[in-house]
């Protein structure tokens, strides 16, 4: 994958030299998993889809100019929003920052964002309502973690936030929204269980793996209805949903159930070897 950045300040083109995807990701501080995002991108050949597009405004483009001036975007921001961390937040400023100092500096306000606050806080919770709004993914990812922790065990009212979020656009905000919703849930909450099972259908690799640790948390020992959800997740395409697979249904199955050991011994002959390792003691456990 190679693209072409032209050197030089001014608006005239400057030497062309090709630079790699690896170099230009790193240029852009993405992390890990923006940069799987968007070599997956670039080998489909939609740069304008790829990772600098939907993270925050850090960057707007795949092109650069050596002294990498992103586009500029309209900064207007709605009236400032006070919370109980002291932290003042703007419903949809994050996105609208064209430089990456400015995005920074408002993210880095969020850093303590419902850190002590206390189980039930209602002006916490209200502040999250705001930020859920908010056209930036960090802010909704924060938003949604805080709900997970601050939220009562089985709010209804914050549980149906949870819920809209887990069809978000952002892969973050929907992992985040699996893990707040198996947290304040009722175990046996069928109608968590129900929106959550839809996430084993995701897209993305690592928001299945966190619906089917969410199932295994959800679930009740015995639950046959349950477990069947998992059932096509043995043959996911990613080893850890595999064996998270696994683990949740080690964790449903009625003691010596005849068609969990069966699967698991049908595990035994996975291809990855952590995966075969797993099964084996899962088995080993239904078995004792």
């Not at 656009?169 to 109608?191: K, M, T």
């Not at 679930?219 to 080893?239: H, P, R, S, W, Y």
């Not at 683990?247 to 069966?262: C, G, I, Q, R």
């Amino acid at each position: 994958l190679k693209h072409l950045r032209v050197s030089g300040s001014s608006g005239r083109l400057g030497s062309v030299r090709p630079t790699t995807a690896p170099a230009m990701l790193r240029r852009c501080n993405l992390g890990l998993r923006g940069a799987r995002l968007a070599a997956s991108h670039l080998a489909a050949g939609r740069p304008s889809q790829g990772a600098g597009a939907r993270h925050g405004g850090l960057v707007r483009t795949f092109h650069f100019s050596t002294n990498w001036r992103p586009t500029p975007q309209p900064q207007t921001l709605a009236p400032a929003v006070p919370s109980s961390t002291g932290v003042h937040l703007h419903s949809r400023c994050f996105a609208a920052f064209s430089r990456p100092q400015e995005l920074h500096r408002h993210r880095k306000r969020l850093e303590g964002f419902a850190k002590d606050a206390p189980r039930g806080d209602s002006k916490t919770l209200q502040a999250c309502q705001d930020l859920l709004r908010d056209d930036d993914w960090f802010a909704r990812k924060t938003a949604v973690d805080a709900i997970g922790k601050v939220a009562n065990h089985g709010d209804e009212e914050q549980l149906s936030f949870l819920y809209k979020h887990l069809e978000d656009e952002d892969i973050f905000v929907r992992e985040a929204a699996v893990d707040a919703a198996a947290a304040i849930a009722r175990p046996g909450d069928d109608v968590a269980v129900s929106k959550v099972a839809m996430r084993l259908a995701d897209e993305d690799c690592f928001v299945r793996a966190r619906a089917v640790v969410a199932l295994g948390v959800l679930g009740k020992q015995g639950d046959l209805e349950t477990l069947a959800l998992l059932d096509e997740m043995f043959e996911d395409g990613f080893v850890p949903v595999r064996k998270r697979a696994i683990e949740a249904a080690t964790k449903l199955a009625p003691p010596k159930d005849a068609s969990v050991m069966a699967r698991l011994r049908r595990c035994m002959d996975d291809a990855d070897r952590g995966v075969r390792e797993e099964a084996k003691e899962a088995l080993a456990r239904l078995q004792a």
